[in-house]
């Protein structure tokens, strides 16, 4: 049995940013243009108008004030209000490979790593390009890694549960090293006519590297202390999306093949489980929740973090303890926790202890407790 680390980090943003303020735009001149084109059955009570939204309601809602999209053009485009993301030919690297290729890179780098010392890359994330062959074997032959690829998908969750999956690898001897990657094009399966859910997501990738503590190099060492998931099943939480859509015509084109959500109800249920479940495996390492320096979290929603953290420490935590990154990324689902990590990590001393957390569809809960090395 092998101890093990996480030696590199590494990120992907996309060049275009959008505010909340050209995001409100957009959707109320959709809203303006849908009012007017049924105007007649709106008079009738057979439609119901639609509200417009403002900057102001999604930032107390959220704490998001912009987010990094891989297009922009197509999602402030009233009447068409998604990203525009072309097919590309089977010979071209997939748009989801290109990205975690991006940030794999960064994250060899700062591992002090070549392809050569990686034996494995799975691919977390939310929303997978396609069902096979695996994305995580597009990206090992585009970076030139011998050995094996696998996909996964826990939604939100996907990242902390990849981590697990590697290091279990690894401690094992399966590999020496694995990448463990989270390409997130969440646009893709938002709705951006939806009032309550338009402004929550952008994109972004988020790569991992899991070694062996004996082979590790890297200035950037965190020890992996432990690992602990749960799940529940939950609908609240929903996108019914996938290949036997065509089979259900029916269903083609529903609200529910987008991301759909009852927000108040995953705040109730979701921010207690997870305090509980980060005490409980702290709890269970023998550390104390006073001893963490840093708390990095799933970033899907300001409120959330602020009432977990309160629920842990007894107390508001400072910004340094829980560090926020999703005022201008907004919710990255899988990324989110690990764009934390990556952003605030470098001034933590030798010794330090943090906690890598995401939370979401499912419902899921990981929790990771690393000490730098």
């Known amino acids: 049995m092998h101890n ?8 992907f943003t996309p060049a275009n940013s959008i505010s909340n303020d050209e995001l409100v735009a957009a959707f109320n001149a959709y809203v ?3 009012n007017a084109d049924n105007a007649e059955a709106i008079a009738r009570g057979e439609v119901e108008a639609l509200t417009e939204s403002n900057s102001a309601f999604i ?6 004030k912009s987010r990094f999209a891989m297009d922009k053009a197509g999602i402030l485009d009233p009447r068409r209000m998604a990203p525009r993301i072309p097919e590309r030919s089977n010979e071209e690297w997939g748009i989801l490979c290109e990205m975690a290729v991006a940030a794999a890179k960064q994250a060899l780098e700062r591992a002090g790593k070549t392809a050569a010392d990686i034996d494995g890359v799975i691919v977390a994330c939310s929303n997978l390009q396609r069902a096979y062959p695996a994305v995580a074997i597009e990206v090992q032959a585009a970076l030139g890694i011998q050995g094996f690829g696998y996909d996964m998908n826990v939604a939100c969750s996907s990242a902390t549960f990849g981590i697990q999956a ?3 690898s690894v401690q094992l001897g399966q590999a ?9 094009i969440c646009t893709g399966h938002l709705n951006f006519r939806d009032r309550d859910s338009h402004f929550i997501f952008g994109d972004a990738a988020t790569a991992v590297i899991i070694e062996r503590d004996d082979l590790a190099t890297s200035k950037h060492q965190f020890d992996i202390v432990g690992t602990k998931l749960i799940t529940l099943f939950s609908n609240n939480i929903r996108n019914n999306f996938g290949f036997l859509n065509r089979c259900g ?10 991301f759909v959500q009852e927000g108040r109800k995953v705040f109730k249920d979701v921010c207690p489980m997870v305090a509980e479940l980060i005490a409980s495996h702290l709890a269970e390492n023998q550390l104390n929740v006073a001893d963490v320096k840093r708390f990095w979290l799933h970033q899907a929603n300001l409120n959330m973090n602020l009432l977990i ?3 842990l420490l007894g107390r508001d935590a400072e910004p340094s ?10 919710n990255t689902s899988s990324a989110g926790s690990v764009i934390a990590l990556h952003k605030h990590q470098d001034d933590l001393p030798s010794g330090a202890l943090g906690v890598l957390s995401s939370f979401g569809a499912g419902y899921s809960i990981g929790s990771v407790i690393l000490r730098k090395h």
Request: hydrophobic share 45%; glycine share 10%.
């Open 4 to 11: 093990v680390v996480i030696s590199g980090t590494g990120l």
């Open 32 to 34: 303006q243009l849908f």
């Open 59 to 64: 930032e107390k809602a959220s704490g998001i």
């Open 166 to 168: 590697a290091a279990n």
């Open 176 to 184: 020496r090293a694995v990448l463990m990657v989270n390409p997130e």
């Open 249 to 258: 015509e029916e269903g083609v084109g529903s609200r529910d093949k987008l």
């Open 309 to 311: 953290a309160r629920k």
């Open 321 to 330: 303890e829980a560090p926020v990154i999703l005022d201008t990324y907004a």
